[in-house]
């Protein structure tokens, strides 16, 4: 099990150099996932191999306010997502969110999601309330497992490297959780690591990026950047 960022890479970069020793790679990720890629290609760099890095609304872990220090905030910001990428629209910004008790989150995740017509999601997350406690479901492995990742973006260090990059930045940053936690820059933070990286914006915001049909945008555009 990876203990940090550059180990988990590390692991990732071993299992890709056995099924594809030569390249040229070609390497993605979205929000933590997008950290670890730009690790995986700085370490692929290193070795002389050709890479070209797709990142999805990753903001760069330089300079970062600590996010998701509880398995509270942590658990708002599952829900969030899980929310966002179903296409629910909340009428709260993330920061307001996360700061309600956990009763009334969910409930007000709930009412959020009947009346986008999503009346078993809504039953679903209303359920959490009594998951939480038990902490032996999937939804506390997935909390743990994000406390885990927030540690190790604490811990890392990430040196610049000038790679073939492209990030796809969500268009809707505000009232989210990177600008919750001061992410929004214009290229979240990434030009000081790569200075050439290009940065396409797509209609959504953090989670939403990855829903329809904000998610086709997506596609095209890393179609386009490949060429």
């Not at 692991?11 to 790679?25: C, I, N, S």
Request: charged share 20%; net charge negative; with cysteine.
């Amino acid at each position: 099990v990876a203990g940090s960022v550059e180990e988990l890479a590390a692991q990732h970069l071993d299992t890709l150099l056995r099924a594809m020793p030569e390249g040229p790679h070609r390497i993605g990720g979205w929000s933590y996932g997008g950290v670890v890629a730009y690790e995986l290609a700085r370490q692929l760099s290193d070795r002389g191999k050709q890479v070209r890095l797709v990142m999805i609304d990753s903001p760069a872990p330089i300079g970062r306010v600590r996010f998701g220090s509880t398995e509270g905030d942590l658990l708002s910001t599952l829900i969030w997502n899980w929310l966002r990428q179903s296409g629910v629209r909340l009428d709260f910004d993330y920061a307001d969110f996360v700061a309600l008790p956990a009763a009334e989150r969910n409930r007000a995740a709930r009412a959020a999601a009947e009346t986008a017509g999503m009346a078993s999601l809504g039953r679903a997350l209303d359920s959490l309330e009594e998951a939480v406690p038990n902490r032996s479901d999937l939804l506390m492995r997935a909390v743990r497992v994000g406390m885990a990742h927030s540690v190790e973006l604490d811990a890392y260090r990430p040196e610049p490297c000038p790679l073939d990059a492209l990030l796809l930045r969500a268009t809707d940053q505000e009232g989210g959780p990177l600008a919750a936690f001061g992410q929004s820059d214009p290229d979240l933070g990434w030009r000081a690591l790569i200075p050439s990286i290009s940065v396409i914006d797509v209609e959504g915001d953090h989670a939403s990026i990855l829903a329809r049909p904000n998610v086709n945008a997506v596609a095209s555009a890393i179609r386009h950047w490949l060429g």
